[in-house]
């Protein structure tokens, strides 16, 4: 987080946090950053989306190690998380099951957009949102390369084999 973002106060804040949930209304974040939110971030939810480029208010969460998770217009209010350490996931034999929920976790963990993960695995970006989204799940073949390319990132996670955790 550059010094001279208008959001470095937003980005103090967060980073001095010790809670890895925290809810701010739009009226306390501008109090934190010392002037008005834009329009667009009360009638946008994409103001507040976790985007690595091109939203330098996203920075200061994302460099925070928070991510903004539930963002009530109405309300007013924006809900950030810290993403977990560590995951359960199933196992079958020896292979990781990738879930929609790993799969994403993966991609933030490497700070890549669909797009970029996309690219990096091989595969169209309407796959990868359609993996997170559950809509389906990745083959055995593209869950052992998932699981290779995690290792080497450095992405860990629990598991859990036959419906118990370890």
């Known amino acids: 987080m550059k010094g001279s973002s208008k959001y470095q106060p937003l980005f103090d804040y967060l980073r001095q946090c010790d809670r890895r949930e925290v809810t701010l209304t739009f009226a306390e974040i501008e109090r934190i950053v010392g002037q008005p939110l834009p329009d667009s971030a009360r009638s946008r939810k994409a103001w507040w989306s976790n985007r690595k480029q091109g939203g330098v208010q996203a920075r200061a969460w994302i460099d925070a190690d928070f991510l903004a ?47 970029e993960f996309a690219e990096l695995l091989g595969v169209h970006q309407a796959t990868v949102s359609q993996w997170e989204n559950q809509v389906y799940e990745p083959t055995l073949a593209t869950s052992k390369y998932l699981s290779i390319v995690a290792e080497q990132a450095g992405f860990t996670y629990g598991t859990k084999e036959s419906g118990k955790e370890e």
């Open 69 to 115: 998770e539930v963002v009530d217009l109405v309300a007013e209010q924006v809900t950030f998380r810290k993403p977990p350490d560590t995951y359960t996931v199933e196992r079958q034999g020896d292979t990781v099951l990738w879930n929609g929920t790993l799969i994403k976790a993966f991609r933030r963990h490497l700070n890549l957009s669909q797009i």
